[in-house]
């Protein structure tokens, strides 16, 4: 190829990923915080990720390495990402909240696809609202990942599993082994899968 051909060549490949996603942010990913946080690195600022409209398990629940390892597969260090931001670009610990997006993966809707994440909606940010729960329903139609988990992870504390066992054993006082476990749920921090142990809780018998 003649030389002025392959810098015509050149120029247009660059024109033409510039164009896949115009005015979007293109950094670098430098780490991977957790399940749904990364690290990116843009013109040279370390910037923190949170990504928009999922939740992942917290570190000590059930799949929290699973859907860590999932993200580091997706968007290893050194991946160049673009990014696409809705209403409100940072959360109150300034994360920046963002759609993230790997090459043709839509990382946010492919966790949430595997059940490693459900599907969470914080005002104003609902453009991605419908997606995200579009791929959880096809996780849990398919018992995958946190659509599946043993009951033990839906019960976030010792008193609440023993609750549990007691609620089996106890037949005349259920309806209190189930308080005592609603309220282990409800009380339990950042509890991932509150609305699943819920809605387990009161399916008891």
Do not use: W
Not at 139 to 164: F, I, K, N, Q, W
Request: aromatic letters at 6%; glycine letters at 4%.
């Amino acid at each position: 190829m003649r030389p002025f051909h392959l810098l015509v060549s050149m120029l247009a490949a660059v024109a033409l990923s510039a164009c896949q996603f115009p005015g979007q942010d293109q950094p670098t990913v430098t780490k991977i915080v957790d399940g749904d946080t990364l690290d990116v690195d843009r013109d040279g600022e370390t910037v923190r990720v949170r990504l928009l409209n999922i939740d992942t398990p917290e570190r000590g629940e059930c799949l929290y390495q699973e859907a860590t390892d999932r993200l580091t597969e997706l968007a290893p260090p050194g991946t160049r990402v673009h990014l696409e931001h809705d209403e409100e670009r940072q959360d109150r610990y300034g994360r920046e909240l963002a759609a993230v997006f790997a090459g043709d993966v839509f990382v946010n809707e492919q966790l949430a696809t595997e059940g490693l994440a459900r599907a969470v909606t914080y005002e104003p940010n609902h453009a991605y609202t419908s997606r995200m729960e579009a791929a959880q329903a096809r996780a849990h139609s398919a018992h995958l990942g946190m659509h599946a988990v043993p009951t033990e992870c839906l019960l976030p504390t010792d008193t609440a599993r023993r609750a549990y066992e007691l609620h089996a054993e106890d037949p005349q006082h259920r309806a209190f082994y189930r308080d005592v476990m609603r309220d282990a749920v409800n009380a339990a921090p950042n509890f991932t899968y509150k609305d699943q142990a819920l809605e387990f809780i009161d399916g008891l018998d």
